[in-house]
């Protein structure tokens, strides 16, 4: 069939328009959490878990006032936070960890060389704001967790925070598993003030 140059051309894909902005960042945002749930679930850790951008402020808040993580294990803390996407969650954690194998001089693709199995950590900044969550605030009580009879420290009150641009990174050789582990990745909220919304201290 002839094709009327005055039509457009449906095989033609440049008259097939890009997805609209919104759902493009969806799309993008779906694909950083399911390769963040990958690592995750490799590394057997609980960033996701604890720092995740799907988890509530109540949960977040909880964790400051009870100790109880939002995965359910008593683990007191002073702030408590999570990241504002999937996409930075991945972004920061993969800087974090060029920005150890460069200071350590290793290939974290790589078994490690002699004596350097780390664990490793490093506190980075990311110069752009990467989350949100709550600091402790008030009096400080004891507190004994009722399943594990654990003893920690938690707060009375929790103060909103946001805009930190830091992480805390740790990761570690197992050689269980033969591969370098994040042991930890979360938004670090020490020596931020809210007031001029910047860190008080260098990382």
């Known amino acids: ?3 009327n140059p005055n039509q457009p051309n449906p095989n033609n894909s440049s008259n097939n328009p890009a997805p609209a902005p919104s759902t493009q960042s969806h799309q993008d945002e779906q694909i950083a ?9 490799q590394d057997g850790g609980h960033s996701l878990a604890r720092h995740g951008p799907d988890k509530s402020d109540i ?23 999570r990241f504002n996407s999937y996409q930075d969650w991945v ?3 993969q800087a974090a960890l060029d920005a150890i194998a460069k200071r350590e001089g290793i290939d974290l693709s790589q ?3 002699g004596g350097k199995q780390g664990p490793f950590n490093i506190v980075l900044e990311h110069g752009k704001q990467i989350d949100d969550g709550f600091f402790g605030s008030g009096t400080k009580v004891k507190r004994t967790d009722p399943v594990s009879g654990k003893q920690g420290k938690v707060y009375t009150n929790a103060q ?6 830091r992480t805390q990174t740790q990761v570690e050789w197992n050689s269980s598993t033969n591969r370098w582990e994040v042991k930890q990745h979360y938004p670090d909220a020490r020596n931020w003030d809210q007031l001029t919304a910047s860190y008080t201290a260098p990382p």
């Open 59 to 81: 949960e977040l808040e909880n964790r400051l006032t009870t100790g109880i993580t939002p995965d359910g294990v008593f683990s007191p803390t002073q702030a408590s936070t």
């Open 160 to 165: 909103s925070v946001k805009g930190l641009t």
């Open 91 to 93: 972004q920061t954690r």
């Open 111 to 113: 078994p490690p060389p």
């Open 1 to 3: 069939m002839t094709h």
């Open 33 to 41: 959490k399911a390769t963040a749930e990958s690592l995750e679930l």
